[in-house]
């Protein structure tokens, strides 16, 4: 961090660059997420002729989920952090090239 600090140059812009690489870590994560959950969607209705309780086993696996979706964007988080290329365009906008 202390390199992409340095390479940025000043406080404002890192705090930017740091704004957007955790947008895009939630981005992701959000996306993955959704697709998933209407995936599990089509998945649970076929259990529901095994006589099982749909909405629950929907509920339970959804939460299991977006748990492994919270630890995936809080790692992703500090990739993006780490390993991301930053440069400082003519324009003084930030060019952030993603891992």
Known sequence: MAQSFHHIGDEESYEQFVREAT????DDG???LIDYLEQLKYAVAGR???????MFEYQNEAFESFLDTEKAVKCNIIRNILLSDVKIGKDGRLQIIYP
Do not use: M, P
Not at 23 to 26: E, H, P, R
Not at 48 to 54: C, H, L
């Open 30 to 32: 959000w996306v993955e």
């Open 48 to 54: 529901a002729s095994a006589q099982r309780n749909v």
């Open 23 to 26: 947008l895009k870590a939630v």
